[in-house]
């Protein structure tokens, strides 16, 4: 609420009132007393104070001070006052008004300040219930994952024994594998929300980090042609990571753009230097995803609608992925491939070469 700057129409209405009411007055001047000029002034500036703020009710402080002594004062239609006493009446009014005025305004001040900050708490109570509930949620996650890990590896370790007998077990394993991986990236989201993925920032070649990566990811897709574009121009491309963490990333994009794209089609992956930061973008030329999920893929368990049920995945591995990109001090989005397709760009700080170590 605007108390201290009232439009000009606040200020038009009052200007009427004080005409009306000074009209009225004057109207029946013979009959009144000093004392009911001033209490009727009065009124009219408690009322604009009360309702336009103090800036107005100042100026009709002093609008009926002169009014009061123009009109009501005797001589009358002159400013000079003829009885010493009507000067205390004068000053008096003048006063309480101006007082008034004021009292009013810093009571109606600490009044909108007490509902703002009423409103800021009613807001920010929620805001904390949330993250309490966000904190629940993350030990509950790793207790629970935590504890499924033990039974898991006994299952599997059983069924690998029992495959001689029953190949069957084969498929417990296989599952049991499963569960393990999705156990696995269950405990890592919680880790990554909770703010506590340790991660060891390092000194470290993209190429080392890219040489990784698609020594993890080419043996489960043989079939796939990976087009790797590092910058070129003599200086060695170093970033300033964890490379546990980005080796996780980058192979979790990689697996991404081999499960939604056309097996024929390439997959790109670049890395760049821009200002600060290292630039790894992996492409591919799938049907890409619709603008409105553009940021939602990034939320954990988010599987577009109507995605047919993938037993491998539960949507985590980009949520993972961002995360693990944030708590090395970088960023991980979306961009629409010019063309058709997705390009998910990777921004690691990039690291500077000392001289010496470049001249080498
Ligand atoms: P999921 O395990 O389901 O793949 P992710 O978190 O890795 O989980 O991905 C979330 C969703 O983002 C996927 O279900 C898919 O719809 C979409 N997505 C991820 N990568 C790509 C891509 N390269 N092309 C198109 N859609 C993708």
Redesign the pocket.
């Known amino acids: 609420m605007n108390r201290t700057r009232p439009g000009w129409a606040q200020w038009l209405a009052w200007a009427v009132a004080t005409a009306v009411v000074s009209l009225l007055l004057f109207h029946f001047r013979d009959v009144l007393d000093k004392a009911h000029f001033a209490l009727i002034y009065l009124l009219l500036v408690l009322g604009g104070s009360v309702a336009s703020g103090h800036r107005v009710g100042l100026a009709l402080a002093a609008t009926s001070f002169l009014l009061f002594d123009w009109f009501f004062v005797p001589p009358y239609n002159t400013l000079t006052v003829a009885n010493p006493l009507d000067w205390l009446v004068l000053v008096a009014f003048l006063v309480v008004s101006v007082v008034a005025a004021q009292m009013l305004h810093r009571l109606q001040v600490e009044a909108d300040v007490a509902r703002a900050r009423a409103a800021e708490i009613d807001r920010l109570a929620p805001l904390e219930s949330l993250r309490e509930t966000h904190r629940l949620q993350n030990a509950l996650l790793a207790s629970v994952s935590h504890d499924l890990r033990t039974p898991l590896t006994t299952i599997k370790a059983v069924a690998h024994d029992l495959v001689r007998v029953d190949d069957r077990a084969l498929v417990i394993e296989e599952e049991a594998d499963r569960l393990n991986r999705m156990v696995g990236d269950l405990l890592d989201l919680s880790r990554v929300q909770s703010g506590t993925t340790i991660a060891s920032v390092a000194m470290t070649p993209i190429d080392d980090l890219v040489g990784a990566a698609l020594q993890r990811v080419t043996g489960a897709m043989p079939e796939r042609t990976v087009q790797v574009h590092l910058e070129e121009g003599g200086t060695l491309l170093v970033g300033r990571f964890d490379l546990t963490s980005s080796l996780r990333i980058l192979v979790?994009l990689l697996e991404?753009?081999n499960?939604?794209?056309p097996p024929a089609s390439p997959i790109g992956l670049s890395a760049v230097r821009r200002d600060q930061w290292i630039v790894l973008t992996v492409s591919?030329a799938?049907?890409?995803?619709p603008t409105a999920e553009r940021e939602r893929?990034f939320e954990p368990f988010?599987?577009?609608p109507g995605?047919p049920p993938?037993r491998?995945?539960?949507?985590?591995?980009?949520?993972i992925a961002r995360g693990l990109a944030e708590a090395q001090g970088g960023t991980l989005r979306y961009v629409p491939r010019a063309g058709g397709?997705?390009e998910?760009v990777l921004l690691l700080p990039a690291a500077e070469l000392p001289v010496r170590i470049l001249t080498l």
């Open positions: 979790n991404n753009a499960k939604y794209s591919d799938g049907a890409g995803v893929i988010y599987r577009p995605a993938d491998g995945s539960a949507g985590l591995g980009l949520a397709g997705s998910f």
